[in-house]
């Protein structure tokens, strides 16, 4: 069922780094991608969805897919402390990477 | 976006009983979905369930262990049976961010802690 890599971390930087998040997915079908935001405790939240190829960006985020790669990044600019969690990736077809776990250290 | 609500958030259950969680949603979807996320693991898609029809089970995942209902738009549970260590686990409930179209995007609830002795 899992067909969506993604180095499960963790992952620490200080405060105002950009952080790079990725995954690898194996079949070339699917169209979206999302990336997920879970804090300790809590059921994961929409952060971004992109469609095929090409960048989104929202705010200090930006969503990246290389289909020829078949890559998925997220890079975080300015990281807060705030951004501290653990990010997913996902298919189209609900299916989810591992999770990275992310540290913004003040 | 779409409000839900799980109960219990949390229980510690003993070997061999079961337990019903219960996913309620504060607007009508056609599809729900059930997640597993055991500790420090990603989650694990247990079954879909469409209102009026049988839930549509994962690989892995069988209904007399995960059974499942659906009794309207709004309402959904899932009973974990017969619990053994191995199912200490948070079980999700999700629903698509589109109410009746399929777009991969989800929406979750906050989720509930099992754990069983």
């Known amino acids: 069922q899992k067909e969506v890599e993604q180095d499960p971390g963790p992952l620490s930087v200080p405060e105002g780094a950009i952080v790079s998040l990725n995954c690898t997915y194996s079949n070339s079908a699917f169209q979206y991608f999302m990336w997920y935001r879970q804090y300790s405790r809590k059921g994961p939240e929409l952060l971004m969805y992109?469609?095929?190829?090409g960048n989104k960006e929202d705010g200090r985020f930006t969503a990246q897919v290389d289909k020829s790669s078949k890559y998925i990044s997220l890079f975080i600019r300015d990281s807060q402390p705030s951004d501290s969690a653990t990010y997913l990736c996902?298919?189209?077809?609900?299916?989810f990477g591992a999770g990275t776990r992310l540290t913004v250290k003040p | 976006s779409a409000v839900i609500s799980q109960k219990p958030s949390r229980d510690i259950c003993q070997r061999g009983t079961s337990l019903t969680i219960q996913c309620q949603v504060d607007s009508q979807v056609t599809m729900m979905f059930w997640y597993r996320q055991q500790p420090g693991q990603s989650l694990t898609l247990i079954a879909t369930?469409?209102?009026?029809?049988?839930?549509?089970?994962e690989s892995g995942f069988v209904i007399d262990k995960f059974p499942i209902s659906r009794p309207n738009l709004t309402f959904s549970t899932l009973t974990v049976s017969n619990m053994s260590p191995e199912d200490s686990s948070i079980y999700l409930c999700?629903?698509?961010?589109?109410?009746?179209?399929?777009?991969?995007?989800?929406?979750f609830g906050e989720g509930s802690r099992l754990t069983v002795l």
């Open positions: 369930a469409n209102q009026g029809s049988e839930a549509t089970y």
């Open positions: 996902a298919r189209d077809d609900m299916r």
């Open positions: 999700s629903v698509p961010k589109g109410p009746n179209q399929y777009t991969g995007e989800l929406f």
């Open positions: 992109t469609y095929s190829s």
